[in-house]
């Protein structure tokens, strides 16, 4: 008979932690996307009135290309940890500079996202990529 105890299902639950990595990473990852390519393109949606994208070269059109460029990486789990690295530290420029100034509070400056996604590419910086990643995939190989 299975063993049915707390730490029974505990244990079981606790073995699935490397593929819900993979999946917070790549879930995560896919949505990053969208913010840059947003940016970039209007796609799926623009963020600017009439549809406009950034222009470059500013600040903007380069968080456009970090989140596109960097995202993909991430989703794909390639470079895993110095891509994830650098765009923690997007997204903690991105709080501070855009909406720290507004107010203290994330949720009255608009600065949810950007506090999340700066605390889960650092986590996955250090955690790597989980094992559905081309990162584990070049370690097998």
Same mark, same amino acid.
């Given at each position: 008979?299975?063993?049915?105890?707390?730490?029974?299902?505990? $244990? =079981?639950?606790?073995?699935?932690?490397?593929? %819900? %990595?993979?999946?917070?990473? =790549?879930?995560? /990852?896919?949505?990053?996307?969208?913010?840059?390519?947003?940016?970039?393109?209007?796609?799926?949606? !623009? %963020?600017? @009135? #009439?549809?406009?994208?950034?222009? &470059? @070269?500013?600040?903007?059109?380069? $968080?456009?290309?970090?989140?596109?460029?960097?995202?993909?990486?991430?989703?794909?789990?390639?470079?895993?940890?110095?891509? /994830?690295? %650098?765009?923690?530290?997007?997204? $903690?420029?991105?709080?501070?500079?855009?909406?720290? @100034?507004?107010? &203290? *509070?994330?949720?009255?400056? #608009? +600065?949810?996202? !950007?506090?999340?996604?700066?605390?889960? *590419?650092?986590?996955?910086?250090? $955690?790597?990529? +989980? @094992? *559905?990643?081309?990162? /584990?995939?070049?370690?097998?190989?």
């Amino acid at each position: 008979m299975a063993n049915s105890s707390p730490r029974g299902v505990l $244990a =079981i639950w606790s073995s699935f932690a490397p593929q %819900l %990595l993979s999946v917070l990473r =790549i879930t995560s /990852a896919f949505i990053f996307i969208l913010y840059g390519t947003s940016k970039l393109f209007a796609v799926p949606a !623009a %963020l600017l @009135p #009439n549809g406009a994208t950034v222009t &470059f @070269p500013t600040q903007a059109w380069f $968080a456009g290309i970090f989140e596109t460029v960097g995202g993909s990486l991430l989703l794909l789990g390639l470079f895993t940890r110095p891509v /994830a690295f %650098l765009l923690s530290g997007e997204m $903690a420029v991105a709080y501070f500079q855009a909406h720290f @100034p507004r107010s &203290f *509070w994330p949720t009255v400056n #608009n +600065g949810v996202s !950007a506090v999340l996604y700066c605390f889960i *590419w650092l986590y996955i910086s250090a $955690a790597g990529p +989980g @094992p *559905w990643s081309l990162d /584990a995939w070049r370690r097998k190989t």
